[in-house]
């Protein structure tokens, strides 16, 4: 296989764009199909497709930042907790809920479907980087909240594996430490 130094040199480099200096415009329709297409070419054992993807543009996001909000107050969770919650949705022009949607399978075992899940919110983060976006995977306390969940229509066994927010990022992006990857290898050789 060719070496192909161009995409070695984005992964070393790639960094994530806070939500919070992401603004409009947003990847529109074509732009983001093809981002999702490319999200989608992860590891996926016996073609489950475990995941699926809930698009919120500009105004839904608001109306889920909203929603947060009077959630976050009736959960009485911190005031900065909640803030940063709101802050995060209404700002941004674009966020695809990557959710995680199990399939029942004698062959495949859920954790298998839980790692394609998150491969695929990596995959669409590299993907709107690569493309010339700024992006970010977040979770956080909405991610997991049953009201979240049904105002995003998830249902059974479905959970948010991560919101991916997509948008134009005008400042590069803090540097921050980096692992000491030789700490973390174990070489077996026999």
């Given at each position: ?20 200096l ?27 497709e ?35 919650a ?5 700002g ?23 790692l ?35 105002a ?30 030789a ?8």
């Amino acid at each position: 296989m060719p070496d192909s130094p161009t995409v070695m040199e984005f992964l070393l480099a790639r960094r994530s764009r806070p939500a919070k200096l992401l603004r409009a415009p947003a990847p529109d329709g074509a732009q983001l199909v093809r981002l999702l297409t490319a999200a989608a070419r992860v590891p996926d054992h016996g073609k489950l497709e475990p995941w699926r993807f809930v698009v919120l543009h500009g105004a839904a996001c608001a109306r889920l930042a909203r929603d947060l909000d009077t959630r976050a107050a009736e959960l009485g969770l911190d005031p900065e907790k909640r803030a940063k919650a709101v802050a995060a949705f209404s700002g941004s022009p674009l966020i695809v809920a990557v959710v995680a949607s199990p399939r029942a399978s004698e062959k495949i075992p859920e954790i298998e479907q839980t790692l394609s899940a998150g491969a695929v919110c990596l995959s669409l983060v590299n993907a709107a980087l690569a493309s010339g976006w700024g992006a970010c995977w977040l979770t956080g306390w909405a991610a997991s909240d049953s009201s979240v969940h049904v105002a995003l229509g998830l249902s059974g066994p479905e959970w948010i594996a991560g919101f991916i927010h997509i948008g134009t990022a005008d400042t590069p992006p803090p540097e921050r430490p980096r692992p000491d990857i030789a700490a973390l290898i174990t070489v077996l050789e026999s």
